[in-house]
């Protein structure tokens, strides 16, 4: 199994909507990938601005290349998302899954 870590900042402001963006439509919409196995949203409050990472699980790298494509690290933030994120890792990393 592989296990896909990305990081995305928003403002104070934005948290609230950018949230909900993730688990009303994004998240959701991944259920389309075959070898989708589900997704661990992480909310940390800071000084000044609120970090999200979103850790995504799939069975094989073939199914991560569905979702993200060819170039798999390339970070996938649709437009909507990117309107309300101040910042965010441009690449995702992957890690194969040693004990769950």
Known sequence: MIARLWHGWTTRE???AYEAL???EILPGIHRVAGYRGAH???RDQEGEVEFVTLTL???MD???AFAGGDYEVA???SEARKLLAR???RSKHYDI???
Do not use: E, I, K
């Open 88 to 90: 965010f890792d441009q």
């Open 58 to 60: 799939f069975d094989s």
């Open 76 to 78: 996938v933030v649709p």
């Open 98 to 100: 040693a004990l769950m």
């Open 41 to 43: 949203l992480f909310r």
């Open 22 to 24: 993730l688990r009303g």
């Open 14 to 16: 934005n948290a609230r």
């Open 63 to 65: 199914a991560v290349r």
